[in-house]
């Protein structure tokens, strides 16, 4: 079974959303809903420029607006200064999604504290730091604004190898909720996307085992894509959610929905 296209999107015509991470998988599929939506898209990315650019140059073959911007969001220089840049190309930002991250495995009998670290830097140091600097335009521009941090459902569900991922999604969940708190007086929402199993090219052939574990335990029997999370992202930013702050919108196939026993 393979996703059924999505042509209504919420219309973000003149919004800027920054996308971290955009030159991985799922950034990109954010990224491209983002901007089939109507907005000017800022693909970020730390490394990999190529990806990120390609992105953006997509985009904007297509019609849409979109540049890229590198920086290392675990610094809070960097992450200030990555915000101070969009708002200084496009007078504003709107949305920020917090894609930005790592997903090694490693048992956490043999993980040190270099690899943990770096984990918890890439996944919850980068959302905390960009969604603080991101508020600070937002703030200033005085009409709100939307942060979607992409967690995972790792953060409730971990797995042998993810202790690090596990942790690092769980806080990233927490922030966005106590985010939510204390940016809501100022119109600014703060919200988490969960995603499942996302297809990757190659996953089938380097996981085989686990992505029948997947097809079996999901109602919807098959793995996401990356515009499936790219579409509950749209949708949290946009006006059709304007009552909806300090939530975690699982897309999943329903996995989640089935019995742990």
Same mark, same amino acid.
């Given at each position: 079974m393979v996703a059924a296209p999505v042509t209504g999107l919420p219309d973000l015509t003149g919004t800027v959303a920054l996308v971290t991470g955009a $030159? $991985?998988?799922?950034? =990109? $599929?954010? #990224?491209?809903?983002? #901007? %089939? %939506? $109507? %907005?000017? *898209? *800022? #693909? @970020?990315?730390? +490394? +990999?420029?190529d990806r990120a650019r390609a992105v953006a140059t997509d985009i904007r073959a297509e019609g849409g607006q979109a540049t890229w911007e590198q920086a290392d969001l675990r610094d809070p220089v960097e992450a200030d200064r990555l915000l101070a840049a969009v708002v200084a190309a496009f007078g504003r930002v709107d949305v920020l999604v917090n894609n930005a991250g790592v997903q090694p495995v490693e048992p956490l009998p043999d993980m040190d504290f270099d690899q943990w670290r770096e984990v918890i830097g890439a996944n919850a140091h980068s959302a905390f730091l960009a969604t603080r600097a991101a508020a600070r335009h937002m703030i200033e521009q005085g009409d709100g604004g939307a942060v979607v941090s992409i967690a995972s459902i790792e953060a409730t569900r971990p797995a042998v190898g993810h202790a690090h991922y596990s942790a690092a999604k769980a806080a *990233?969940?927490? @922030? %966005?909720?106590a985010a939510a708190v204390e940016y809501g007086p100022h119109g600014i929402r703060v919200n988490t996307v969960s995603p499942g199993l996302v297809v990757r090219e190659g996953i089938e052939?380097?996981?085989? !085992?686990? *992505? !029948?574990?997947? @097809?079996? =335990? =999901?109602?919807?029997?098959?793995?996401g894509t990356p515009e499936d999370v790219g579409n509950a992202c749209v949708f949290l930013a946009s006006p059709l959610a304007s009552w909806i702050t300090g939530h975690d919108l699982v897309v999943d196939g329903g996995v989640s929905a089935g019995p742990t026993w």
């Open positions: $030159g $991985g998988n799922i950034g =990109a $599929g954010i #990224a491209r809903r983002f #901007a %089939a %939506a $109507g %907005a000017t *898209v *800022v #693909a @970020h990315y730390w +490394s +990999s420029a *990233v969940r927490m @922030h %966005a909720r052939r380097d996981w085989p !085992e686990g *992505v !029948e574990r997947w @097809h079996r =335990a =999901a109602p919807l029997t098959r793995m």
